[in-house]
């Protein structure tokens, strides 16, 4: 097997869960809806406000590879959703899909034999295509652990873990 396709399929798996991560499917899978929003034990945000957050970063990077008129959003205040914000049930059901939708199109950006990974990105200052997916898969993996802590610390797991 070609290199090129071990590095690609490498990438995806980042993407996908990881060897050493869970999936955000696992990290979400049974969440009491009556918990969503509760902060964690000396938190400041609730875990709708960390999957908003994986899921805006995600999106961010996704649309920094393929819009050539990207404009860089604000660090911190857009990339989590206001502390006041109290979810629904079906704005926690639409971040779910929404990162999945944006996970499965940094995917086939990967799949595809055109996509260079090495090239630089045109409108960014030096990043690679590769650079940014190692970024979204170190983020991802980095604050699906913190969502599993967050269950252990507010016992939202069930009886399984």
Do not use: C
Request: hydrophobic share 35%; aromatic share 10%.
């Amino acid at each position: 097997m070609k290199s090129e396709n071990v590095i690609r399929e490498q990438l995806i798996d980042l993407l996908k869960s990881g060897h050493a991560h869970m999936a955000l499917s696992e990290a979400v899978k049974d969440f009491p809806e009556d918990k969503m929003n509760t902060l964690f034990p000396h938190g400041t945000y609730s875990s709708w406000g960390l999957l908003e957050h994986i899921r805006i970063t995600q999106w961010d990077i996704l649309e920094f590879i393929l819009n050539s008129q990207y404009k860089e959003i604000s660090w911190p205040d857009d990339y989590w959703p206001p502390h006041s914000k109290k979810a629904t049930k079906k704005e926690w059901d639409s971040s779910i899909a929404l990162f999945e939708k944006d996970n499965l199109a940094l995917q086939k950006l990967i799949k595809n034999p055109k996509t260079d990974l090495y090239a630089k990105i045109p409108h960014g200052t030096g990043q690679t295509i590769f650079r940014e997916i190692l970024v979204v898969a170190d983020h991802n993996s980095y604050h699906l652990g913190e969502v599993a802590i967050m269950r252990q610390v507010m016992k939202t797991w069930g009886k399984e873990k």
